[in-house]
Structure formats: C-alpha cells, structure tokens
C-alpha cells in the first residue's frame, strides 16, 4: 500500500484547518454567553432588579451540575461512545441552556423578578452542564486532527477565537442590549444555536475520518472504558499538579472577568457609555459591526505572525514576514487610535482588554511551545504576571498601572492555556483524553464556583452602605412608577454625572493574588515531576 493510499483527510492541512473553524464557531459562541453578562451587570441590576450577589449567584451556579461529576460522565461518554453521540447530547443541552435563559429574561414564563431570576437561573445550569463537556469535546476532536502535527498551534487558536467570543460578547453587549438586556440574552442564545448548527455539520466529516482510519488499519484499538482508568489518573502526580495549576489559574481569571467592567467604573472612574459619535466605526450603517471587525482584525494578526513566517523556508523571507506584518499592525493602531482612545476609558471595552491579549498572543505562545517546548516555564511565567495584574487593580490606585495589569492579564491568559492544554496530550493516552479533560474542568469548577459567588459576596459585604443605598434609589424610581428600562436609563445618567455611591474593590480583588502565588508553585512543582515521570514537558510538541 503506497503512502499517497494511507492519507486520510486530517493529512491535508486546508482540511485540518477548516476543521478546526467550524468546530472553533461552537466555542466561540459558548465563550460569548459565558462571558457577556459581566458588560450588562448594571443593566441587570437597574432593569431587572438583579443584586451583586444574586448575579454572582447566577454566575456560579452556570457550573453547579459539573461539581457534581457532569463533566466526568460527559468525559466517560466521550471515551466510550466518541465524538458523535457526546456532541449530540451535550451540545442540545447548552442550546436549550441559552434558549430558556433568553425566555426567562423576556419574560416569557412570568414578569415576577424572582421567577425571572430562578428561569435565568435555570437555563444558566443547563447552559453550564453542555458548556464544559462540549469544551471537552473540541478539545478532543482537535488532538484528532491535529497529534503530530501543529497541535499546540491549533489548540491555541481554538481558544483565540474562543476569547474572541468572550471580548466581542463583554464589549458589544451593551450596545446590542441598548438598554434592553433581555435582547443581549437573546442574541447570545442564538449564537450558540448557530455554532452548534455547525459542529453537526462537522460530524460529517468526522464519520468520514473514521472510515478512512479504519480502512487503512490505522486506528488504535478501541478498549473499554473501566473506573480503573479514574484511578490511575488520579494517582498520577504530574496530572494532579497540572490540574492543581488549572483550578488556582482560572478562578483568578475567570471570575475576574465578571466584574472587570464595574471594577474599572467604580476603582478607576471608567465609563459605562461611550459619547456618541466618539468612537463610533460604521460597517454596513452598523456601529455594532464596525466594533466586532476590531476584534477580528486583531485575531488576524495575531495569527499571522506565527502562521505566515512559518511557511517560508527562506530566514530572510520569514524575517521581512514580520517586518511586514509588524508595520502593518502598527499602521492599524494608528488608524484607530482615536477609537482606543476612547475605548480605554470605557469600562467594558477596557475589560475586553483580557480577551483581547489573548487574542492577539495565544496563536503566538502555541507557536512557540510547539517549535521551542518549554510548557512548564511558560506556565509559570504567567503565574507571575498573574500576580502583577491582580496587584496593579487591587492595591494600586494608578490608572497607568491599571492598563498594564490588564495587559499582563491577558498575556497570563495566553501563556498558561497555550502551554497547559497540549501538556495534558502528553501525560494522558489519547483514549482516556476525554475523561482527562473533563476531570481538569470538573476540579476547576469547584475553584470557579467558589469565587464567582465569593467575589460577589465579599463585595457586598465590605460596601454595606452602598448596597443599601442602591436598593433605595431603584425601589424609589419603581415608586415613581418608572417602567425597568426607564429606571436602567435614570441610574446610567446618575452614573454619569457622578451621583451614585461607589463599590470597594480592592479585598475582592486581592484575594485573587494569593491564587497566583499558588499557581507559581504549582507550576514549579510540575515541573520536576513532570521531569522525573519523564513526560518532557520543556520539549517542543512537535519534535
């Protein structure tokens, strides 16, 4: 049999590639309607009553079913009955999950704040029990299609686009809202709809791939999944340790991110709106577009700096690549500056800061650990920058200082998922991959629980007085008979001209920091271990 008979389709980079789209939509539609609440937060507090801790509440319990094993069997699943039927499964659940918040939040079951709260609520769980084991799943299909190849890279730009999601959705959606939060939430249901739309689409391929294995002989031969597996898992240090590292790390980040925007409003005077006309970009008479193709464009370069110079064999050729595709990226910011201009000073379009990094630099990192190793080191570098950032927007008080921590934040952000997700590839078989991946999310969410509600819990409870006096200007507005986006309005032009009381961020915030000290030492720890069990983590992923 001659080698040209053996390709089957994942040997053929455009469809490796394309692949990679249309399963990456469906992660980008899950980060945006896991993230865009934190740029409607007072939206929902104004027009639909929501308090912090109930919208921490709301946050926290997106993962509530996941501490309780879901995401394991959705990993079992995964492992035993493969890509397909998980995908079906898994996938319809988060749609509903996005389709009964949306009717919640529209009042479609009842106009009482508590029943729209508890659908809300509801529909985030079932949305929060899809979520994690369709990350899982993409995850997995993409070591499919990808070992041996550029893994660390196409891992890297799955979770690009997957922020890319999660900043376009935190920027935009008060503008998609317009005072109107239901018809975020509406938006972002839809989204998710259309993504999963083109996961099934990919199943075709995926039946495909199958067959070619199969005909060719090389398949892996199928074992039958056993709790046994579960136990050497979890005996195994290095994916303790990396599972360690996973938890501390994101539940600093992820959290976070909720509350960035009101953080940035409330600590560094941020705004919520932006002036009209100021930093309006016009696609199509759309502002809404002109400020997603921003977003896009920066995740084009951020691509293109690893991918182009990488396909030229010539080092002069890769080194005028850069060149040029540094000028360029330059000549962009340029071109907008007076657009960021106004976007740093704008809560939401600030917060977007982190996602954005991660946008701009994940491609990049996946890059590198690709071609120079170096996994456990990266990761630990972006503990200390993790610290940095949460230092910079807690105890600081300097504005300049706070757009370096969220720099940093987002570099953090890229650093460690680029080194720690092809890690795993390393430690764990590719059969048990799906149970691996699901156990790191389903730890994780223990820690992403804990400090989504605990961030808004704390906030509360250091900012007493300005809790009480926030319930009393919104039940006066009620009084007066105002109708909810009426009072949302009121409350924003308060805001504005600097008559509402403030909240406290600071303990919230440092409470953070002591997560990334974790993470460093974690990061260390795996890092000889991973040593000694021989799993050459500081190796590239490719060599």
């Not at 053996?6 to 490796?16: E, G, I, Q, V």
């Not at 340029?334 to 954005?356: E, H, L, R």
């Not at 994940?362 to 080191?377: L, N, Q």
């Not at 069990?533 to 490719?542: C, D, I, R, T, W």
């Amino acid at each position: 049999m001659t080698e040209a008979i053996k390709r089957t389709l994942r040997d053929s980079a455009p469809m490796r590639w394309m692949i990679l789209v249309m399963v990456s939509l469906l992660m980008f539609a899950t980060y945006w309607f896991q993230d865009f609440y934190s740029g409607l937060k007072p939206l929902m507090e104004s027009q639909l009553g929501i308090t912090s801790s109930q919208f921490g509440t709301m946050i926290g319990l997106t993962t509530i079913a996941n501490l309780f094993g879901m995401i394991i069997i959705g990993g079992i699943v995964l492992d035993k009955w493969g890509i397909r039927l998980t995908a079906i499964i898994f996938g319809t659940v988060a749609t509903l999950g996005g389709v009964i918040s949306a009717l919640g939040a529209n009042d479609f079951f009842s106009d009482d704040p508590g029943t729209r709260l508890t659908i809300m609520i509801i529909g985030r769980i079932l949305f929060g029990v899809g979520l994690e084991t369709t990350c899982v799943l993409i995850t997995r299909t993409i070591v499919k299609w990808f070992k041996g190849y550029e893994l660390a890279l196409a891992m890297a730009i799955n979770m690009g686009i997957g922020r890319l999601g999660s900043a376009i959705g935190t920027a935009i959606s008060p503008e998609i809202a317009n005072n109107n939060a239901p018809t975020a939430v509406t938006f972002a249901a839809f989204l998710i709809a259309l993504g999963f739309i083109f996961f099934l689409i990919y199943l075709i391929f995926d039946i495909r791939i199958d067959k070619q294995v199969k005909a060719h002989g090389t398949a892996e031969e199928e074992e039958p999944f056993r709790f046994s597996d579960l136990k050497a898992l979890f005996t195994n240090k290095s994916f303790l340790l990396i599972a360690g590292l996973c938890v501390a790390f994101y539940s600093a980040v992820f959290p976070f991110m909720q509350y960035a925007p009101d953080l940035l409003v409330n600590k560094f005077g941020f705004s919520y709106d932006l002036p009209a006309g100021a930093a309006d970009i016009t696609i199509f008479g759309s502002t809404t577009l002109g400020n997603v193709m921003i977003f896009l464009v920066l995740f084009i370069f951020g691509v293109a700096f690893p991918l182009i110079p990488a396909n030229i064999k010539d080092k002069t050729g890769k080194k005028l690549a850069m060149i040029g595709i540094g000028i360029l990226f330059a000549g962009f910011i340029y071109a907008f500056q007076d657009v960021f201009a106004v976007w740093i000073k704008n809560g939401p379009k600030a917060a977007s800061f982190i996602p954005m990094g991660t946008i701009l630099f994940t491609p990049i990192f996946g890059r590198m650990v690709d071609k120079k190793g170096k996994a456990a080191s990266i990761m630990m570098l972006g503990a200390f920058l993790l610290i940095f950032a949460h230092v910079s927007l807690s105890i600081l008080n300097n504005v300049l200082l706070c757009y370096f921590g969220l720099l940093s934040l987002g570099v953090a952000f890229s650093l460690v998922p680029a080194a720690m997700w092809p890690s795993v590839a390393k430690i764990v078989p590719e059969r048990r991959l799906g149970t691996a991946y699901a156990a790191m999310f389903t730890i994780q969410n223990y820690g992403l629980g804990a400090f989504f509600k605990g961030i808004g819990s704390v906030l509360e409870w250091v900012n007493p007085e300005t809790v009480e006096k926030m319930k009393n200007i919104r039940e006066g507005l009620v009084a007066q008979g105002m109708a909810p986006q009426e009072v949302a309005a009121k409350i924003e032009e308060m805001r504005v001209a600097g008559n509402l009381p403030l909240y406290d961020y600071t303990i919230p915030i440092l409470l953070l920091v002591g997560l990334g000290v974790i993470s460093i030492f974690l990061a260390l720890a795996l890092k000889k271990t991973s040593e000694k069990q021989g799993y050459k983590l500081e190796l590239p992923s490719n060599g």
